[in-house]
T-cell receptor, first 116, second 108 residues
Framework: GAVVSQHPSWVICKSGTSVKIECRSLDFQATTMFWYRQFPKQSLMLMATSNEGSKATYEQGVEKDKFLINHASLTLSTLTVTSAHPEDSSFYICSASPGHSKETQYFGPGTRLLVL | EDKVVQSPLSLVVHEGDTVTLNCSYEVTNFRSLLWYKQEKKAPTFLFML????IEKKSGRLSSILDKKELFSILNITATQTGDSAVYLC????????FGKGTLLTVNP
């Protein structure tokens, strides 16, 4: 149980294009979903927290207009990287929490984004 | 500012060795400490510790929390090459504070 999927696993795109990453909780309802970013040899950095049906809460330094997050249902959240640039290349990981406790998070497999 | 410090940053051992990974934390209104294993993809959950002095065990892995000393250790006995991974320690007060991880390499 508690499986989280992400799609796509890998994406390569041209600079200036937008990329959408989906995060789905497959066998539970996720009240809260989290989006992380991980650079090589570094730990995960929380980008934003999204609650179903409300606006995402972004961490300091994360541009909300660049990283659009939508949490339209209890099983789906999307992260759209708008007008991607090479410095946006990274490993993006989502996690989902089945309840109101943020401590129990189930991570997706991650999406590796490469912007050329 | 909350912080979680893991040591060592990197460790190389031979199969069969026992390893201890360390994690110290300073987290305001601390609730729990979490250990995750990260291989090439996203982290997988190992343990959540909330009470001091109670060892949690899962196979060859065990972990314990000391809330007085603000410290946790993760032990792995009889290591196998499949244990090679980054082990993340995370402090939680509902918001997660990540350590930088310990890279464990187990050589055959």
């Amino acid at each position: 149980g508690a499986v989280v999927s992400q799609h796509p696993s890998w994406v390569i795109c041209k600079s200036g294009t937008s990329v959408k990453i989906e995060c789905r909780s497959l066998d539970f309802q996720a009240t809260t979903m989290f989006w992380y970013r991980q650079f090589p040899k570094q730990s995960l950095m929380l980008m934003a927290t999204s609650n179903e049906g409300s606006k995402a809460t972004y961490e300091q330094g994360v541009e909300k207009d660049k990283f659009l997050i939508n949490h339209a249902s209890l099983t789906l959240s999307t992260l759209t990287v708008t007008s991607a640039h090479p410095e946006d290349s990274s490993f993006y990981i989502c996690s989902a929490s089945p309840g109101h406790s943020k401590e129990t998070q189930y991570f997706g497999p991650g999406t590796r984004l490469l912007v050329l | 500012e909350d912080k979680v410090v893991q040591s060592p940053l990197s460790l190389v051992v031979h199969e069969g060795d026992t390893v201890t990974l360390n994690c110290s934390y300073e987290v305001t209104n601390f609730r729990s400490l979490l250990w995750y294993k990260q291989e090439k993809k996203a982290p997988t959950f190992l343990f959540m510790l909330t009470s001091s002095g109670i060892e949690k065990k899962s196979g060859r892995l065990s972990s314990i929390l000391d809330k007085k000393e603000l410290f946790s250790i993760l032990n792995i006995t009889a290591t196998q090459t499949g244990d090679s991974a980054v082990y993340l320690c995370i402090g939680s007060n509902y918001k997660l504070t990540f350590g930088k991880g310990t890279l464990l390499t187990v050589n055959p």
